[in-house]
């Protein structure tokens, strides 16, 4: 089945603790992108991926990290999490850039105390 | 720069009556726009799109949408709403090489029995 997966679902963490969510797409797409949304503002691009080893900033990326070392995996950093990255998280892929669908994971709602 | 403008965060209708959203764009460019749907916690999963050609747009679920140029509109309706509507509807546009989508703010459907 084609499909994008987030780990984990649900994550409680606390300001500082360095913690990773994982995305991982078995479409052989080349597009990775991740997203928070927030209640009122919609979603919200953080950084995405054009390919393996291309990565760029999207709208809110400050305090997040990403790295794309495979094709399949777009895994999203936390540095240094803070209480105002508490968020519902969504990674998406697409084919290729340009006017594709996007793929939507299951969403990982992240709370920092 | 694009944006989006969704008019009204939420919408409440009767079952059997028509579903309309409105959905307004900002594009320097031709836009790719797309409608995005988002049940409880869920994903989001593609509705329909525009890209180029045929201005009405079908989608899934019987929702369509038309894309109108000179009222920079992409609105989506649905003769009769159904309860299992009950979601929320993002509107989203995109363009350029990047294949940026920006989303409007959201729509919170709710279907009365």
């Known amino acids: 089945e084609a499909q994008v997966t987030q780990n984990p679902r649900y994550l409680i963490t606390v300001t500082g603790k360095k913690l990773t969510v994982t995305c991982s797409q078995n479409m052989n797409h080349e597009y990775m992108s991740w997203y928070r949304q927030d209640p009122g503002l919609g979603l919200r691009q953080i950084y995405y991926s054009m390919n393996v080893e291309v990565t760029d900033k999207g709208d809110v990326p400050e305090g997040y990290k990403v790295s794309r070392k495979e094709k399949r995996n777009f895994p999203l950093i936390l540095e240094s999490p803070s209480p105002n990255q508490t968020s519902l998280y969504f990674c998406?892929?697409?084919?290729?850039?340009?006017?594709?669908?996007?793929?939507f994971g299951p969403g990982t709602r992240l709370t920092v105390t | 720069a694009q944006s989006v403008t969704q008019l009204g965060s939420h919408v409440s209708v009767s079952e059997g009556a028509l579903v309309l959203l409105r959905c307004n764009y900002s594009?320097?460019?031709?836009?790719?726009l797309f409608w995005y749907v988002q049940y409880p916690n869920q994903g989001l999963q593609l509705l329909l799109k525009?890209?180029?050609?045929?201005?009405l747009v079908k989608g899934i679920n019987g929702f369509e949408a038309e894309f109108k140029k000179s009222e920079t509109s992409f609105h989506l309706t649905k003769p009769s709403a159904h309860m299992s509507d009950a979601a929320e509807y993002f509107c989203a546009v995109a363009g350029g090489a990047t294949n940026k989508l920006i989303f409007g703010t959201g729509t919170l459907l709710a279907v009365q029995p």
């Open positions: 525009y890209t180029t050609g045929a201005t």
């Open positions: 594009s320097s460019v031709p836009p790719y």
């Open positions: 998406a892929s697409s084919q290729q850039a340009g006017p594709y669908e996007q793929y």
